[in-house]
T-cell receptor
Framework: DAGVIQSPRHEVTEMGQEVTLRCKPI?????LFWYRQTMMRGLELLIY????????DSGMPEDRFSAKMPNASFSTLKIQPSEPRDSAVYFC?????????????FGPGTRLTVL | QKEVEQNSGPLSVPEGAIASLNCTYS??????FFWYRQYSGKSPELIMF????GDKEDGRFTAQLNKASQYVSLLIRDSQPSDSATYLC??????????FGKGTRLHILP
């Protein structure tokens, strides 16, 4: 199993540019999560999907952020326009809820730097 | 606001000793509790989960849960330098969301 795949691994962009982060969850998993991690705020949940449907987007910081999951094997997180305060590591995670277990498996992350 | 509180550390423990990591949570409805390990520059990985009060052991790791006190801990026996990492405590309710603490940095001294 390849695990959760994220691309790009690193992204450097200038303020005002559009940024698109991509995620491929583990095959067969039915939930997908987008997180942002910074030193100050730790690991924050931005949005999560269940069976491709957005369930909770209360963590999305503002309208500049949007996420889609067009099918079970692909999701995107878009920032438009980007700002320096968006600089962080963005993780995608997936899980399969079985019984009481909902262990999440994380991708390697995308390190975003907005200049 | 659902919160998880952890001491940020760093917690320094001599090699071979027991490392004790602690965590409190605010939501009494929490049902599942997790400990994730995160090496510098890497993604979090699950090392333990616990649902019931008491202890759960897995190799050198023991998770302890006390729902009445809203307290969960992780003990690492025979600490190794490879255990040096940030440990994230987390919990979830019946839904799929997991709320993470900011983590405790553990440093095992050779």
């Amino acid at each position: 199993d390849a695990g959760v795949i994220q691309s790009p691994r690193h992204e450097v962009t200038e303020m005002g540019q559009e940024v698109t982060l991509r995620c491929k969850p583990i095959s067969g998993h039915n939930s997908l999560f987008w997180y942002r991690q910074t030193m100050m705020r730790g690991l924050e949940l931005l949005i999560y999907f269940n069976n491709n449907v957005p369930i909770d987007d209360s963590g999305m910081p503002e309208d500049r952020f949007s996420a889609k999951m067009p099918n079970a094997s692909f999701s995107t997180l878009k920032i438009q326009p980007s700002e320096p305060r968006d600089s962080a590591v963005y993780f995608c995670a997936s899980s399969l809820k079985r019984g009481g277990s909902n262990e999440q498996f994380f991708g390697p992350g995308t390190r975003l730097t907005v200049l | 606001q659902k919160e998880v509180e952890q001491n940020s550390g760093p917690l320094s423990v001599p090699e071979g000793a027991i490392a004790s990591l602690n965590c409190t949570y605010s939501d009494r409805g929490s049902q599942s509790f997790f400990w994730y390990r995160q090496y510098s520059g890497k993604s979090p990985e699950l090392i333990m989960f616990i649902y019931s009060n008491g202890d759960k052991e897995d190799g050198r790791f023991t998770a302890q849960l006390n729902k009445a006190s809203q307290y969960v801990s992780l003990l690492i026996r025979d600490s190794q330098p490879s255990d040096s990492a940030t440990y994230l405590c987390a919990f979830s309710n019946r839904d799929d969301k997991i709320i993470f603490g900011k983590g405790t940095r553990l440093h095992i001294l050779p």
